[in-house]
């Protein structure tokens, strides 16, 4: 299932549209999209019902929509749509660094044995189609496929680590480098943390949706063409169960929590000479088999 943040509410796909949760479940589920990841599994069960029903009224044979009092009504996001982060209030961020050897090369240090962990704080969490306010300074783009903890898990196996993922989404690590370098010990949370600097969407697709979900093509542009990243997540480091295993071990990981896994190389920080984002451009972010992200940068 696809699942998106909608003007504040959570909705499910359907088709080309999609219905609002707490109406179709006629109460079960509220509409805070947060909270849906506390029942995870018992959301999942209805869900999945829930479709079933409703691609059964659509086989021929089936009752007419006319005389079909139960079936949700289908809305399709507009220009004015609100569209939040698929997950607008974890309790824990985790952000990798250095989980792609390009990037690791680009930014010439050794591939890590140990995943470097840091956070982005919560109010930098924002959603497809929002701008973005650039700071002083140099903003970074970094393409990233964002894991969301749908059952929580303390010291998970490998074996089970993908049951714990409720879903997968497309998020951009933007990043005020001059703040993020700053000595003598680099602020790399703080420097990631402004305003909008953690977009998130368009919509949370569970990885049953996916074929081969290890192994995604990612990357970003600009909207008038541009390529600036592109990489496959076969090329991590540490994939995903790994950086489950690993941050469980330590943590124990919440429902709701987010995990952005890492950019492959690509980033401006990286060129010669170094490119930054400027007010006005549009980035484009996509993950193969999950969506499009787009945020337009504007000025203070």
Known sequence: MRLANLNG??????GDGFVDVASASGGRFGPDPQSVYAYWTEFSAWAEKAQSAQEGQRAPGAESEARDHSRPEITRPGPDTVWGSPAPAPRQIFAIGLNYRDHAQESGIAVPDEPPVFTKFATSLTGHRQDVVLPEG???WEVELVVVIGSGCHRATRETAWQHVAGLTVGQDLSERRLQLAGPVPQFSLGKSYPGFAPVGPELVTPDEIDH???LELGCGLQDGEVLQKGRTSNMVFDVPELIVRLSAVCPLLPGDLIFTGTPAGV?????????????EVLVSWIEGIGTLTNRMVSA
């Open 9 to 14: 509410r959570l909705a499910l796909r359907e």
């Open 138 to 140: 140099s903003v970074d």
């Open 213 to 215: 979900p290890d192994d």
């Open 268 to 280: 401006g920080a990286g060129r010669d000479p170094q490119r930054f984002l400027a007010p006005e």
